[in-house]
């Protein structure tokens, strides 16, 4: 299945937003935003997958997908552990990030652990193993007829249970880590690899057209956001926007605690545009392009690694701009060097198999 370099160039631009945010640049407060639209991704490219090959086989998949996330992620968790002895602190919800449900941990204990410093960016991982298994049910047993109808409910759902939350003012902990409440993320991003197989044999205008309504309407539903949290606080825009950095801002009233949705349709329609754009053009040149195409290839490796170097040298120093350049050429670096590792290991597993 081809990668479509346009989205990958996509991938590394949202790991620098997510870096940003995490550093504390002045204004990145949306910079988190960039793991929703990495939901929306690993959907539409799941499900593009399933798509393509009707005999998809959910037990193949699942592992194929534990098999890619779990190398770099039991390397944090040796971190994590290693940082919890070291403050004289036990690691005993080991069990639970090794099984990947630390989510459901700290939806009780509102992010305590003895590890937390270390793996607090490992809830996405969640999300990404045990949202794409339902996900893979959902492909394998909806038929094809009503596989839209099918996702439209689950995100429906994804959003009756953000309301629901925030109606009966459930800590925000209930509402931003539990896979539920991301699910429409994941069907935003299905909807549109099936609108782009049903319209595979027409032009790409009407697709472009489309992507660009999506980006629209998602941009005005961050733009509302922004304006409702500003009104209730008596601030400006801009002060209002800077409010974002911080659930508990947003995830307190039912139309700002759908920004999840807001997102996933802005990165939709943006998604959307990119393929057109892969699809049409062959070959990139630009040196810039490249580059960033080459960190979207590593964006997973590098969002693991790039934490545990913001907690680390923010005890050093505290000044953004030391932390974005020094966090993100580190975070490069071993996610290359990581990437060499695996494929010498591969390469000699290979030779051993031919032999």
């Known amino acids: ?14 790991f620098f937003f997510i870096l940003a ?3 504390g640049i002045p204004n990145a407060s949306l910079g988190w935003g960039g793991v929703e639209a990495f939901f929306v991704i690993s959907s539409f490219f799941l499900t593009r997958k399933f798509l393509e090959n009707d005999n998809i086989r959910i037990k193949e998949q699942f592992f194929h997908r534990i098999k890619r996330l779990y190398p770099p992620y039991i390397l944090i968790l040796i971190i994590g552990v290693a940082w919890s002895l070291i403050h004289y602190m036990i690691p005993y919800d080991i069990v639970s990030h090794v099984l990947m449900i630390q ?5 009780v204990t509102k992010y305590s652990s ?3 410093s270390m793996t607090a960016h490992t809830w996405t991982l969640s999300i990404e193993v045990w949202l794409g298994l339902l996900w893979l049910f959902l492909l394998k047993y909806f038929s094809r007829k009503h596989l839209k109808i099918g996702i439209c409910f689950v995100g429906l759902v994804s959003i009756m249970y953000r309301t629901i939350a925030i109606i009966y003012n459930l800590d925000v902990y209930v509402i931003s880590l539990c896979p539920l409440a991301h699910m429409d993320a994941f069907a935003v991003g299905s ?32 733009i509302l956001v922004i304006a409702i949290i500003s009104s209730n606080n ?21 139309i700002t605690g759908n920004i999840y949705l807001y997102l996933a349709m802005l990165s939709a329609g943006i998604i959307g545009m990119l393929y057109i754009s892969s699809r049409n053009v062959k070959e990139k040149n630009g040196w810039c392009y490249r580059i960033f195409e080459n960190i979207g290839n590593k964006s997973y490796v590098l969002y693991l690694i790039h934490w545990p170097l913001v907690v680390v040298l923010k005890k050093i120093c505290s000044n953004w701009q030391f932390l974005f350049i020094v966090v993100g050429s580190a975070s490069i670096f071993i ?11 591969g390469q000699r597993l290979k030779n051993k198999q031919e032999i």
Request: aromatic share 8%.
């Open 1 to 14: 299945m081809k990668k479509l370099s346009s989205i990958q160039v996509l991938r590394g631009i949202l």
């Open 21 to 23: 945010f995490h550093c």
């Open 103 to 107: 989510n459901f941990q700290w939806m």
């Open 114 to 116: 003895a590890m937390q």
């Open 191 to 222: 909807l549109l690899a099936i609108r782009i197989k049903e319209l595979d044999n027409e032009s790409s205008i009407k697709l472009k057209r489309e992507s660009i309504v999506l980006s629209i309407f998602g941009g005005i539903g961050i």
């Open 234 to 254: 008596g601030l400006t825009m801009l002060e209002g926007y800077r409010l974002l950095s911080s659930s508990p801002n947003y995830l307190n009233h039912v």
């Open 335 to 345: 996610g290359s060097l990581y990437g060499v590792v695996v494929e010498r290991f």
